[in-house]
């Protein structure tokens, strides 16, 4: 039992102070509510702090193998912990500005971050469907959040009947596994898997569905339809957040799945993933250079990096899901902080809307602004020194290393692709003369955001080390 | 000091923009501290290039640091004959052309020069790594201080050229990355040691099949003929050269277009030598077309930079030529023919964006007779317009006559076409300065200002150079010849072995 607990530690810990954020969120007075993100900033750092695990290789499980705490979960808490404060500290004038400053928004993405949690350390598929809904229900709060804007409130539905359409098929598969293997444990599947094959026709359907609900939670073609949407209508810090944070635990969760319960069969999985992956790069990136509004190119491209992450799964090796591990982190940075800035201007009136013209002739009479877009976009398309290339870098290394050079040769043409409306905004900023004049008004804590983000990804590629190393001691 | 004297080469320029950055808001402030540094940083490559060892073929000035354990990764730099004279033209030329530069930069000159000494350190890194990620970092860096100095400060179709630059090279070097990361794989497979040192897989470079050397070496072969250009992936180059600004212009031209090059003669040549053989027909023929092609299209420019660029094509084609003549008179009259051209071209550019900058016109046919109003420029073009045709005692001829030799031993066929090349150079040439300095004089130019001093103290070193390179080049040739005899040792012994 005392096992058991020290395996959840972590998530009991985030718990009591997701729980003390309501008791604060009371006390907050109406315009103070800012504070309550605070303290959610100072809670997940303490609880990222408290929970480093003790040594490399360290695993616990609990509760009878259903749960499992080890660095693993560790480097996606991480990736989370990332996202949750640059998109806490992005969202505090936004929500100002919009007068939307509730306690509660800071409170529910504080919950998603314990759903996301489960499903990352869940080693039964009933801890990680409860953890996905734990997830998923905050998500579709937050996109619908600015209930006072139309686009919000079309995200919201959108993402919640979509999403519980999802989560449904999903459900709906996990009972044909557990018809067929008799569990929900990953390695007692594994166990069937290796003795039956995935012969039986109900095994594989079960399998088929979840993959796509979990296609689904990624935002993977054919099933991404409706991202650009529910990106595009959300309030613009929860864009930035919902990019990165749930599609890292649900290639967190569904790694774990794959690599203890659907090792045996490796080979017919791949095949499906390497499609998606193929499919979601292409597409994603194809129609993002359509698009004439940034944010919803950046929506688009969100879409485009799930395929590359799809990449790190196919390639089903070590390097593989490390590579997704660290993808993910650089991620965070790189696009809450690109989402961030992007509400940090319109905030401050330095862009009209998010249409590419706004950003003409930027650079001139915001240099610094300009500079941190320029980072983050070359760092999103992935050019080096900047810290989005380590993390293609490696997703590139593990597709090599399984020896799927095709996948490979897709996936770098694709960067090449990408690189063509991501260098659009550079244009627009740096070659083009401005449109309108405007006056600005400064406020610091989406600076802050915007500062950190950009410093790291400037550094990361100097001292890769410090998350190469956490993603290297990782085993499944 | 020695000891990181690369180390300083990279960093002095990033760290110089910093403090530049950090403490003058001024265009002009910025402008004179920028050359400053590049001063400084010139002045840095001498003590490289006296205390540089001419007798062994082995890297100098070694520093290594491990940077990335887990994946093998170090930092990792040195010189050896064959990246020591492009260190010192890199550093070179981009002192003269910020000095260039002072009065042609109008609008946001800080961002100008900040980016400019960004770029300096990115290439010095290009021509120092000795780890393939640290290299890798710096070759795709260099694009994007590049794409800025294009884009921002360029001419009229400054955008369309900026992108197509950099799509351009960005997608021929995508390939490569995973090159790069199939012979660390390869490396580490055979030898038990993953690692992403050159030298290392350099050496184990016997034991890689055929089948794999072929599929690596068209990688590397994709991105290098993009970056030189080669002959059909040349179409960037016109357009970028004529948008950039004169400083742009001087370091694609001078120092960008040698990166493809020296790819050429540190990667494939080494890394893939039986691959690198099998494709000498191929890589001969297109280098031919480069240079015949490069310079017919060169003939009919109407516009002076245009033609410049096109006579680009055509001298790199004798480069590739020389370097994959594969014997010791070819390799080395390539790198001496790189060298010369950064030095010729970088100042044909700079010379046309001096006459740019007074009269706003670069078409051949809007000028006319200025030889009567400016005669020290008419006398300085001639002499580069010599040097680019390969006028005996100028640098120009000893590289092409060099290349010649060489490709004449075991190319003879393409040789003897290639030759033909150097006639069409005096063509375009003569023609182009006929048109310009010596018909009837137009009186619109009357009185247009000739070289000022400025002007004068950045052509200047260049006049020296081609003329030294020309009457003793063994200066320069004595810095490659120990590297690349050993290269030409190491690729025939894997040549050996593997038949």
């Given at each position: 039992m005392a096992q058991s607990i020290v395996s959840i530690l972590p998530e009991i810990l985030m718990t009591i102070f997701g729980l003390l954020l309501i008791v604060i969120d009371v006390l907050a007075a109406e315009d103070k509510k800012?504070?309550?993100?605070?303290?959610?900033?100072?809670?997940?750092?303490?609880?990222?702090?408290?929970?480093?695990?003790?040594?490399?290789?360290?695993?616990?499980?609990?509760?009878?193998?259903?749960?499992?705490?080890?660095?693993?979960?560790?480097?996606?808490?991480?990736?989370?912990?990332?996202?949750?404060?640059?998109?806490?500290?992005?969202?505090?004038?936004?929500?100002k500005e919009r007068g939307i400053n509730k306690g509660e928004y800071y409170i529910v993405m504080f919950f998603s971050v314990i759903g996301m949690m489960f499903m990352v350390s869940a080693t039964d598929l009933t801890v990680f469907y409860l953890g996905l809904e734990t997830m998923a229900i905050s998500m579709y709060i937050l996109a619908g959040y600015n209930k006072k804007d139309l686009l919000s409130n079309e995200a919201g539905i959108k993402y919640f009947i979509m999403g519980a359409?999802?989560?449904?098929?999903?459900?709906?598969?996990?009972?044909?596994?557990?018809?067929?293997?008799?569990?929900?444990?990953?390695?007692?599947?594994?166990?069937?898997?290796?003795?039956?094959?995935?012969?039986?026709?109900?095994?594989?359907?079960?399998l088929i569905l979840m993959f796509a609900g979990f296609a689904f939670k990624i935002s993977a073609v054919p099933f991404h339809m409706w991202a650009?949407?529910?990106?595009?209508?959300?309030?613009?810090?929860?864009?930035?957040?919902?990019?990165?944070?749930?599609?890292?635990?649900?290639?967190?969760?569904?790694?774990?799945?794959?690599?203890?319960?659907?090792?045996?069969?490796?080979?017919?999985?791949?095949?499906?993933?390497?499609?998606?992956?193929?499919?979601?790069?292409?597409?994603?990136?194809?129609?993002?250079?359509?698009?004439?509004?940034?944010?919803?190119?950046?929506?688009?491209?969100?879409?485009?990096?799930?395929?590359?992450?799809?990449?790190?799964?196919?390639?089903?090796?070590?390097?593989?899901?490390?590579?997704?591990?660290?993808?993910?982190?650089?991620?965070?940075?790189?696009?809450?902080?690109?989402?961030?800035?992007?509400?940090?201007?319109?905030?401050?009136?330095?862009?009209?809307?998010?249409?590419?013209?706004?950003?003409?002739?930027?650079?001139?009479?915001?240099?610094?602004?300009?500079?941190?877009?320029?980072?983050?976009?070359?760092?999103?398309?992935?050019?080096?020194?900047l810290a989005g290339f380590i993390g293609k870098f490696y997703i590139f290394m593990a597709a090599i290393k399984a020896k799927i050079y095709w996948l490979a040769i897709i996936g770098v043409l694709n960067s090449a692709i990408a690189c063509y409306y991501y260098m659009r905004v550079t244009v627009y900023m740096y070659f083009r003369e401005a449109e309108y004049e405007v006056e600005a008004n400064v406020r610091p804590a989406a600076f802050i955001a915007t500062f950190i983000a950009t410093i790291v990804v400037l550094l990361l590629t100097v001292f890769p080390s410090t998350f190469i190393n956490i993603v290297k001691n990782m085993i499944v | 000091m020695m000891g990181n004297i690369l180390t300083i080469l990279i960093f002095f320029p990033v760290f110089a923009a910093l403090v530049i950055f950090a403490l003058w808001r001024s265009g002009k402030a910025t402008m004179w501290a920028a050359f400053v540094a590049s001063v400084i940083e010139f002045i840095l490559t001498m003590p490289l290039m006296w205390n540089f060892d001419k007798s062994t073929a082995a890297m100098q000035f070694v520093e290594k640091y491990s940077w990335v354990k887990a994946?093998?990764?170090?930092?990792?730099?040195?010189?050896?004959?064959?990246?020591?004279?492009?260190?010192?033209?890199?550093?070179?030329?981009?002192?003269?052309?910020?000095?260039?530069?002072?009065?042609?930069?109008?609008?946001?000159?800080?961002?100008?020069?900040?980016?400019?000494?960004?770029?300096?350190?990115?290439?010095?890194?290009?021509?120092?790594?000795?780890?393939?990620?640290?290299?890798?970092?710096?070759?795709?860096a260099m694009l994007i201080p590049m794409y800025l100095i294009i884009g921002v400060w360029g001419g009229q179709r400054r955008i369309y050229a900026a992108i197509k630059f950099f799509l351009y090279t960005l997608a021929g070097s995508v390939l490569m990355m995973l090159a790069?990361?199939?012979?660390?794989?390869?490396?580490?497979?055979?030898?038990?040691?993953?690692?992403?040192?050159?030298?290392?897989?350099?050496?184990?470079?016997?034991?890689?099949?055929?089948?794999?050397?072929?599929?690596?070496?068209?990688?590397?072969?994709?991105?290098?003929?993009?970056?030189?250009?080669?002959?059909?992936?040349?179409?960037?180059?016109p357009d970028a050269h004529v948008e950039a600004p004169t400083a742009g212009s001087v370091i694609l031209a001078g120092v960008l277009l040698k990166?493809?090059?020296?790819?050429?003669?540190?990667?494939?040549?080494?890394?893939?030598?039986?691959?690198?053989v099998k494709f000498v027909p191929l890589i001969a023929a297109l280098s031919v077309i480069a240079i015949i092609y490069g310079a017919l299209v060169a003939m009919v420019q109407e516009d002076v930079k245009k033609l410049v660029a096109y006579s680009s094509v055509s001298h790199m084609g004798f480069v590739t030529l020389g370097i994959y003549a594969l014997n010791q008179a070819g390799i080395e009259g390539g790198i001496l023919q790189m060298f010369n051209h950064g030095i010729i071209t970088g100042a044909l550019f700079l010379l046309i964006g001096l006459i740019y900058e007074r009269t706003h016109t670069r078409l051949i046919a809007d000028y006319g007779g200025i030889a009567k109003y400016v005669p020290v420029y008419a006398t300085i073009f001639a002499i580069f317009s010599f040097g680019s045709i390969g006028l005996p005692s100028m640098g120009g001829f000893i590289g092409e006559f060099l290349v010649l030799v060489g490709s004449f031993k075991s190319l003879s066929n393409y040789a003897i076409v290639a030759a033909s090349g150097v006639i069409f150079a005096a063509v375009y040439m003569l023609w182009m300065y006929q048109r310009v300095f010596f018909q009837t004089p137009n009186s619109r130019w009357e009185g247009i200002e000739d070289v000022n001093v400025r002007e004068f103290i950045?052509?200047?070193?260049?006049?020296?150079?081609?003329?030294?390179?020309?009457?003793?080049?063994?200066?320069?040739?004595?810095?490659?010849?120990?590297?690349?005899?050993?290269?030409?040792?190491?690729?025939?012994?894997v040549n050996i072995a593997l038949k």
């Amino acid at each position: 039992m005392a096992q058991s607990i020290v395996s959840i530690l972590p998530e009991i810990l985030m718990t009591i102070f997701g729980l003390l954020l309501i008791v604060i969120d009371v006390l907050a007075a109406e315009d103070k509510k800012a504070g309550v993100g605070y303290f959610g900033i100072a809670f997940i750092i303490l609880a990222l702090l408290a929970s480093i695990p003790p040594f490399n290789g360290f695993k616990i499980f609990g509760f009878n193998k259903m749960i499992v705490w080890d660095v693993y979960s560790y480097a996606f808490f991480l990736t989370f912990s990332f996202a949750y404060i640059l998109s806490t500290l992005g969202s505090v004038d936004y929500l100002k500005e919009r007068g939307i400053n509730k306690g509660e928004y800071y409170i529910v993405m504080f919950f998603s971050v314990i759903g996301m949690m489960f499903m990352v350390s869940a080693t039964d598929l009933t801890v990680f469907y409860l953890g996905l809904e734990t997830m998923a229900i905050s998500m579709y709060i937050l996109a619908g959040y600015n209930k006072k804007d139309l686009l919000s409130n079309e995200a919201g539905i959108k993402y919640f009947i979509m999403g519980a359409f999802s989560s449904g098929i999903f459900l709906y598969g996990l009972t044909y596994v557990l018809g067929y293997t008799g569990s929900t444990k990953y390695h007692i599947i594994a166990e069937y898997i290796r003795t039956n094959g995935l012969s039986h026709y109900s095994i594989i359907f079960g399998l088929i569905l979840m993959f796509a609900g979990f296609a689904f939670k990624i935002s993977a073609v054919p099933f991404h339809m409706w991202a650009p949407d529910v990106y595009n209508g959300a309030p613009t810090p929860v864009a930035g957040f919902m990019t990165v944070a749930p599609k890292a635990a649900a290639f967190g969760g569904m790694i774990r799945f794959l690599m203890i319960a659907g090792m045996p069969a490796s080979s017919k999985w791949q095949l499906f993933f390497a499609i998606l992956a193929v499919l979601t790069m292409t597409y994603g990136n194809l129609v993002a250079i359509a698009q004439n509004n940034v944010k919803r190119m950046l929506a688009y491209s969100a879409i485009s990096h799930a395929g590359y992450m799809l990449i790190g799964l196919v390639a089903a090796n070590d390097y593989g899901y490390r590579a997704i591990a660290l993808y993910t982190m650089i991620y965070a940075f790189m696009n809450i902080g690109a989402f961030t800035l992007l509400g940090v201007l319109k905030n401050k009136g330095i862009i009209d809307d998010e249409r590419l013209e706004s950003f003409a002739g930027l650079a001139k009479k915001h240099p610094l602004y300009s500079l941190a877009m320029l980072i983050f976009m070359f760092s999103l398309a992935g050019i080096p020194p900047l810290a989005g290339f380590i993390g293609k870098f490696y997703i590139f290394m593990a597709a090599i290393k399984a020896k799927i050079y095709w996948l490979a040769i897709i996936g770098v043409l694709n960067s090449a692709i990408a690189c063509y409306y991501y260098m659009r905004v550079t244009v627009y900023m740096y070659f083009r003369e401005a449109e309108y004049e405007v006056e600005a008004n400064v406020r610091p804590a989406a600076f802050i955001a915007t500062f950190i983000a950009t410093i790291v990804v400037l550094l990361l590629t100097v001292f890769p080390s410090t998350f190469i190393n956490i993603v290297k001691n990782m085993i499944v | 000091m020695m000891g990181n004297i690369l180390t300083i080469l990279i960093f002095f320029p990033v760290f110089a923009a910093l403090v530049i950055f950090a403490l003058w808001r001024s265009g002009k402030a910025t402008m004179w501290a920028a050359f400053v540094a590049s001063v400084i940083e010139f002045i840095l490559t001498m003590p490289l290039m006296w205390n540089f060892d001419k007798s062994t073929a082995a890297m100098q000035f070694v520093e290594k640091y491990s940077w990335v354990k887990a994946w093998g990764i170090s930092y990792y730099v040195g010189v050896d004959g064959i990246s020591i004279l492009m260190v010192f033209l890199t550093t070179l030329l981009t002192m003269i052309s910020i000095l260039a530069s002072f009065k042609y930069i109008g609008k946001r000159q800080r961002e100008f020069y900040l980016a400019m000494l960004i770029l300096e350190a990115a290439i010095v890194g290009v021509f120092v790594a000795l780890d393939f990620f640290l290299f890798y970092i710096f070759w795709e860096a260099m694009l994007i201080p590049m794409y800025l100095i294009i884009g921002v400060w360029g001419g009229q179709r400054r955008i369309y050229a900026a992108i197509k630059f950099f799509l351009y090279t960005l997608a021929g070097s995508v390939l490569m990355m995973l090159a790069i990361i199939a012979l660390y794989f390869k490396h580490g497979q055979l030898t038990g040691e993953y690692t992403f040192d050159i030298l290392k897989i350099t050496a184990a470079s016997a034991q890689y099949s055929v089948g794999f050397q072929t599929i690596v070496f068209l990688a590397f072969f994709l991105g290098f003929a993009i970056k030189v250009p080669m002959f059909p992936f040349h179409t960037w180059l016109p357009d970028a050269h004529v948008e950039a600004p004169t400083a742009g212009s001087v370091i694609l031209a001078g120092v960008l277009l040698k990166m493809g090059t020296y790819g050429f003669l540190r990667f494939c040549l080494p890394i893939t030598p039986v691959a690198s053989v099998k494709f000498v027909p191929l890589i001969a023929a297109l280098s031919v077309i480069a240079i015949i092609y490069g310079a017919l299209v060169a003939m009919v420019q109407e516009d002076v930079k245009k033609l410049v660029a096109y006579s680009s094509v055509s001298h790199m084609g004798f480069v590739t030529l020389g370097i994959y003549a594969l014997n010791q008179a070819g390799i080395e009259g390539g790198i001496l023919q790189m060298f010369n051209h950064g030095i010729i071209t970088g100042a044909l550019f700079l010379l046309i964006g001096l006459i740019y900058e007074r009269t706003h016109t670069r078409l051949i046919a809007d000028y006319g007779g200025i030889a009567k109003y400016v005669p020290v420029y008419a006398t300085i073009f001639a002499i580069f317009s010599f040097g680019s045709i390969g006028l005996p005692s100028m640098g120009g001829f000893i590289g092409e006559f060099l290349v010649l030799v060489g490709s004449f031993k075991s190319l003879s066929n393409y040789a003897i076409v290639a030759a033909s090349g150097v006639i069409f150079a005096a063509v375009y040439m003569l023609w182009m300065y006929q048109r310009v300095f010596f018909q009837t004089p137009n009186s619109r130019w009357e009185g247009i200002e000739d070289v000022n001093v400025r002007e004068f103290i950045y052509l200047f070193p260049l006049i020296i150079l081609v003329f030294w390179t020309g009457l003793y080049p063994e200066t320069f040739t004595s810095y490659m010849h120990e590297s690349v005899r050993s290269l030409l040792e190491h690729v025939n012994t894997v040549n050996i072995a593997l038949k």
